[in-house]
């Protein structure tokens, strides 16, 4: 037992704080477990959550300080048992979960070391079952996908409480990701249009005598029914818990899963120090660019293209050939594995250590694409207009991971003048 | 309700108009003191991010001042700058932000008054278009 308590007083101690700011003493809170968990699904209607201070995450493990010791099959459990081990999804798509079954043969690593706690998508589990652990009972917990109604906000401070370590895993988990691109409406916008105006939805919305939505509450014979709440404002798992590590991707990569793993059995197996709070596991200081083994000739476009209207050349910087990639603003150690397929990177790893967010940096290295014409001085305004254009979508494109921590975060109304 | 008061703030390239809003100044040129000026080397040194921020953080509006075309110390600075601006204009447009928020202009070291008008001019346009949209209870 002797590691896990240590890493509790280690780790546990220091994350404690915001747990306590939550009025739950750890030993209190051990008998009827639920005490804060309870109450908290009943969040006002649409109120984005608590946003709490958290560290901008800027320490990166390379991944010579961290080499993976990890083998596909570990001698045993760890000397002092099994330690216990949780994965959940907040908005996400499922991607993050299988991501972790990606690894191959090395998923056996996570059973020799690790019980399972609590996996709802590869097995059952309850949450009464989890809220009868006590707090920080879970030696780590990957959470991926977005805060983005009530039931995500509830299950992820619940996990928080009662893991010692929580990683926030994957695009979604660490700056809202594509989930986080429904910053751009609000939650009346969107229901009106998944709900009355999809062709599908509006053929069976026809038939009925009024609209048919879900409503947040229910009174059926049986008693009251309750759904979660949506939020008007999609949040990274940071800007509602304290995180320990993070873990980047979409879905994390093998190479990165496998740091983390390797981190973890080096900590667990041989008392090797864990990486410092708020590293970015797997992910280097470089950008994309560096790790891209295609040649780049740094040449100027004139037109943006998509991969599937040229011959992509396989050899060639995807910019070079018009393709819009967001690799010089994207964070490396993925190893490229879609620009070297012929597609651009989409820039799932995040905004590097050195700017404060993805999409501003991806604009700059966008703008400096396009060639100083011979007679730029004379031309109007419009003329670069036209030209920019050729940029479609570039809030979008940009800020495809991360707009719900971008400087702005999400869709402003003008209200007019006077 | 008292009267919209509007910050604004200002990038000035180091080689023009920052010398330019000084010539204003020398000048004793009337204008509204609704504007923070920040120094930059070049107008290409403002990057997207320091708009978005002053944004972000409750600006009203932002301007950033150049040299003319051809005359960029840097030789292509400002032709870089307006490119990002463009772009940049198109981000705002979507996030919901009235584009005009953002201006670029081109002031010379020599134009004090062209600094007067455009700022004035500037300032009318954000007192017309209201508050930032992103401060709480605008």
Known sequence: MSFISKLKEKFFKKVGDKIEDAAIKPEEAAAPAAAEAAPAPEADAGAAPAIVDSPVPQLVSDKALFPPELKAILPGPPPGGKIKFAHYWGAGCGGCDVSLLDIREKILTVNDMAEIVFWPIAMDGKVKDLEALDDGEITVTLFNGAVRNSENEHMLKLLRQKSTLLVSYGACAMWGGMPGLANLHNTEEIKKYVYTETPTMKAFQDTQPSPVIPQEKYQAPEGELHIPVLYDTVVAADDVVDVDYYVPGCPPQQTSIEVLLGALVGHVYNGADLPPKGTIIGASEKTLCEECPRKKENRRITKVVEPHEIDVDPDLCLMDQGILCMGPATRAGCGSPCTMGGQPCRGCYGPTGAVSEQGASMLTAVASLFPVLDNDALIDEDVIIDIMSQVKDPLGYFYQFTLAKSLIKRAVKEKGGK | ?138
């Open chain 2, 1 to 138: 309700m008292s009267e919209f008061d509007p910050k604004i703030i200002a990038f000035c390239c180091n080689w023009c108009s920052y010398a330019g809003a000084d010539g204003a100044g020398v000048a004793r040129l009337q204008m509204p003191t609704n504007f923070r000026i920040i120094r930059t080397m070049c107008s290409a040194r403002v990057d997207p991010e320091h708009i978005l921020r002053s944004l972000a953080k409750g600006a009203d509006g932002v301007i950033v001042l150049g040299c003319h075309p051809a005359d960029c110390h840097y030789i292509g600075g400002n032709y870089r700058a307006r490119r990002r601006m463009a772009l940049l204009r198109f981000v705002l447009e979507e996030y919901g932000f009235d584009p005009k928020r953002l201006k670029l202009e081109w002031v010379s070291a020599s134009e004090g008054e062209k600094f007067q008008k455009t700022m004035t001019e500037f300032i009318d346009d954000i007192k017309g278009l209201g508050p930032n949209p992103i401060k709480e209870g605008a």
